[in-house]
T-cell receptor, first 113, second 115 residues
Framework: AQTVTQSQPEMSVQEAETVTLSCTYDTSESDYYLFWYKQPPSRQMILVIRQEAYKQQNATENRFSVNFQKAAKSFSLKISDSQLGDAAMYFCAYQDSWGKFQFGAGTQVVVTP | DTGVSQNPRHKITKRGQNVTFRCDPISEHNRLYWYRQTLGQGPEFLTYFQNEAQLEKSRLLSDRFSAERPKGSFSTLEIQRTEQGDSAMYLC?????????????FGPGTRLLVL
C-alpha cells in the first residue's frame, strides 16, 4: 500500500517570502500522479498543482512550483511571493493507476503580514 | 459548470439514527469518489464509482455504510445506526471521462456530528 508523509504540521511565512512544503511517498508502482491540494478554512479542497511521474520536468503554476525527485520519492511544493490568501492546509496526494488518492496528513501554512 | 455540490452541508444526529448524504458531481464527470476526513487528518478513500458501477470499497466502509449512484449522475452515501466514531467530514469528488488518473474536483463536504 502507498503511504504519503508530510512531516511539517505547520509552516509560517511572511508575505512576499517563499516557503517550501515537504512530501515523501512510498510506492512500488511506476505509473502514478502526484498532487498538491489546498484546503482553506471554508474546507473546499482546491487543486494547486499536479505532476505526472513519467515527466522529469517539474510542474509550475504561477507562484507554485514543485521539486519532484522520483528516485528519492520526494515531492515538495514551493510557494513564492506568499500572499495572505495562501493561508490554508496543504495536502500532498498520491494517485494510483486506478485513480484513487492517498493523502498526507497536511501542512498548515500561516502567512504573516 | 457549477462544481461539485453536496447536501446537506451539516448534519447533527443522535447515535443509532440513519443519515443520508447526497453528492452532485460536475456534469458529465463519469467518476465519483467518496472520502472521509477527520479533524487534523487528510481525507481517506471510502469508495468510488465509474458511471453507476461501484468499483471499489475501502475496508473503512463497514456494512453500516452503503453508497449508490443509480443513474450514473448523483450519488448517495447512507450510514445506518450511526456511531460517535462516524463523526467526520464526508467529501465527494468527481473527475471527467478519460484516463483514470485525472484531477479530482471536490465538493464542500458534509460535516456529520453524531451525539
Amino acid at each position: 500500500a502507498q503511504t504519503v508523509t508530510q512531516s511539517q504540521p505547520e509552516m509560517s511565512v511572511q508575505e512576499a517570502e517563499t516557503v517550501t512544503l515537504s512530501c515523501t511517498y512510498d510506492t512500488s508502482e511506476s505509473d502514478y500522479y502526484l498532487f498538491w491540494y489546498k484546503q482553506p478554512p471554508s474546507r473546499q479542497m482546491i487543486l494547486v498543482i499536479r505532476q505526472e511521474a513519467y515527466k522529469q520536468q517539474n510542474a509550475t503554476e504561477n507562484r507554485f512550483s514543485v521539486n519532484f525527485q522520483k528516485a528519492a520519492k520526494s515531492f515538495s511544493l514551493k510557494i513564492s511571493d506568499s500572499q495572505l490568501g495562501d493561508a490554508a492546509m496543504y495536502f500532498c496526494a498520491y494517485q494510483d493507476s486506478w485513480g484513487k488518492f492517498q493523502f498526507g496528513a497536511g501542512t498548515q501554512v500561516v502567512v504573516t503580514p | 459548470d457549477t462544481g461539485v455540490s453536496q447536501n446537506p452541508r451539516h448534519k447533527i444526529t443522535k447515535r443509532g439514527q440513519n443519515v443520508t448524504f447526497r453528492c452532485d458531481p460536475i456534469s458529465e464527470h463519469n467518476r465519483l469518489y467518496w472520502y472521509r476526513q477527520t479533524l487534523g487528518q487528510g481525507p481517506e478513500f471510502l469508495t468510488y464509482f465509474q458511471n453507476e458501477a461501484q468499483l471499489e470499497k475501502s475496508r473503512l466502509l463497514s456494512d453500516r455504510f452503503s453508497a449508490e449512484r443509480p443513474k450514473g449522475s448523483f450519488s448517495t452515501l447512507e450510514i445506518q445506526r450511526t456511531e460517535q466514531g462516524d463523526s467526520a467530514m464526508y467529501l465527494c469528488a468527481s473527475s471527467p471521462q478519460g484516463a483514470s488518473q485525472e484531477t479530482q474536483y471536490f465538493g464542500p463536504g458534509t460535516r456529520l456530528l453524531v451525539l
